[in-house]
C-alpha cells in the first residue's frame, strides 16, 4: 500500500494555504518497506519506517491499493518507487556529489545535493507517477501544495477502489508480505484512510 501523508501543526487550513509537509510510506514491502519524508535538512529522507518528525499528527492519510497488497496486477508498483529511489535518484544525487564536492558534506549522500531541487510535494508527486497510480487520476491543474498532492491521492485511491470493485471487494485485500511490526509505531493515524474533502 502506498500511504501518502499530509502533515501541519496547524491542521488542513495550513495544507490549502501551501505549509505544512508531504510524504510518502511503501507499506506492502515486507523488510524493504520505506517511509520517504523529503527535508531539506538532515543525512536522510528516507526511513525504515514513519518519523513523526516536526511536522505534527497526520491531518491526511491516503491509502493507495498497489501490486504488493492485491493478488491483482492494478498497474500501481511500490517495488517500482523503491527502486527509483534507491537508484535513480540516489544516483543522481551521487552525479551532483562528483560534480563539485566541495559543496556538499559525505554524510549527506546520497540525498544530500538534491535537497534544494526538489521539496517534499515534488518527491510524493515523483513517487505517484513512478508507481503508476496517476494513470488512474490526472490531476486538472498542477499540484503545487500538500493538500493539493494529497488531493491527487485521493482521486487516484478513490478510481482504483471503483476499478477494483467490479473484479475484487476491496475489502479482501491480501497483503503478501506484512509490514514491520514498528514501521508505523509513530502513526497515529495508523489504519486510518483520511482523506481531503471533495
Not at 491509502?63 to 500501481?76: K, Q, R, T, V
Not at 470493485?165 to 497483503?175: R, Y
Amino acid at each position: 500500500m502506498l500511504i501518502v501523508y499530509g502533515m501541519a501543526q496547524g491542521g488542513a487550513m495550513e495544507l490549502r494555504l501551501g505549509g505544512g509537509h508531504a510524504a510518502i510510506a511503501l507499506a506492502g514491502l515486507g523488510h524493504d518497506a520505506t517511509y520517504i519524508s523529503w527535508i531539506r535538512v538532515g543525512h536522510s529522507p528516507v526511513f525504515n519506517k514513519f518519523k513523526k518528525g516536526p511536522f505534527g499528527t497526520p491531518v491526511y492519510r491516503v491509502c493507495i491499493p498497489s501490486n504488493e497488497d492485491l493478488n491483482l496486477n492494478i498497474g500501481i508498483s511500490e517495488r517500482d518507487v523503491y527502486n527509483w529511489v534507491y537508484k535513480e535518484l540516489a544516483g543522481e544525487g551521487l552525479r551532483q556529489y562528483t560534480l563539485d564536492t566541495r559543496i556538499h558534506r559525505i554524510e549527506s549522500l546520497p540525498f544530500g545535493p538534491l535537497y534544494y531541487k526538489y521539496n517534499c510535494v515534488d518527491i510524493v508527486k515523483n513517487c505517484l507517477a513512478v508507481s503508476g497510480a496517476y494513470h488512474y487520476a490526472r490531476s486538472l491543474l498542477p499540484t503545487w501544495t500538500v493538500a493539493g498532492v494529497c488531493g491527487d491521492a485521493a482521486k487516484i485511491r478513490r478510481a482504483v477502489l471503483r476499478r477494483l470493485s467490479s473484479a475484487v471487494d476491496p475489502a479482501l485485500q491480501i497483503t503478501r508480505l506484512p509490514t514491520p511490526p514498528d514501521f508505523f509505531r509513530e502513526d497515529e493515524k495508523r489504519e486510518q484512510n483520511i482523506e481531503p474533502a471533495g
